[in-house]
Nanobody
Framework: VQLQAFGGGLVQSGGFLRLSCVAS????????MAWFRQAPGKEREFVQA????????YTADSVKGRFTISRDKTKNTVYLQMDSLKAEDTAVYYC??????????????????WGQGTQVTVSS
C-alpha cells in the first residue's frame, strides 16, 4: 500500500492550494480517508476526513468553511481543497487511510496507512 501526497507549496495568506493523495494497493472507496497536518514543534493534528461511503465529511473547527475534502474513485485519489489560507495553516500535510469506526475518524490511531507528507507554507 502506498499513499502519495503532493500539491503543497508556498502561497500568500488568503490564497488557495489543492492537495492530492494518490493511493495504490488499496481502493479508497473501501477506506476512510483523512488529512492530518503537523506544524513545526507541534503534534500532528486532524484536518478533515471522508468516510468510506463518501457520504459524510468530518472537519476540524480550525478549517471549517475553508477546506474541502473530496475523492475521485476513478483515479483512486483524495483531494484537499484549501481556500482562504492563513499563516497558521503552515504545516506538513499527510493523507491517511483506515478502517476504523466512524466515531474514531479524528484519531490518528484509526488510520493504518500514511503518506509521506507535503509541505504547505502560507506567508502572511
Amino acid at each position: 500500500v502506498q499513499l502519495q501526497a503532493f500539491g503543497g507549496g508556498l502561497v500568500q495568506s488568503g490564497g488557495f492550494l489543492r492537495l492530492s493523495c494518490v493511493a495504490s494497493g488499496l481502493t479508497i472507496s473501501n477506506y476512510n480517508m483523512a488529512w492530518f497536518r503537523q506544524a513545526p514543534g507541534k503534534e500532528r493534528e486532524f484536518v478533515q476526513a471522508l468516510g468510506w461511503s463518501g457520504g459524510r465529511a468530518y472537519t476540524a473547527d480550525s478549517v471549517k468553511g475553508r477546506f474541502t475534502i473530496s475523492r475521485d474513485k476513478t483515479k483512486n485519489t483524495v483531494y484537499l481543497q484549501m481556500d482562504s489560507l492563513k499563516a497558521e495553516d503552515t504545516a506538513v500535510y499527510y493523507c491517511a487511510a483506515g478502517r476504523g469506526i466512524l466515531s474514531s475518524m479524528r484519531s490518528m490511531s484509526a488510520y493504518a496507512y500514511w503518506g509521506q507528507g507535503t509541505q504547505v507554507t502560507v506567508s502572511s
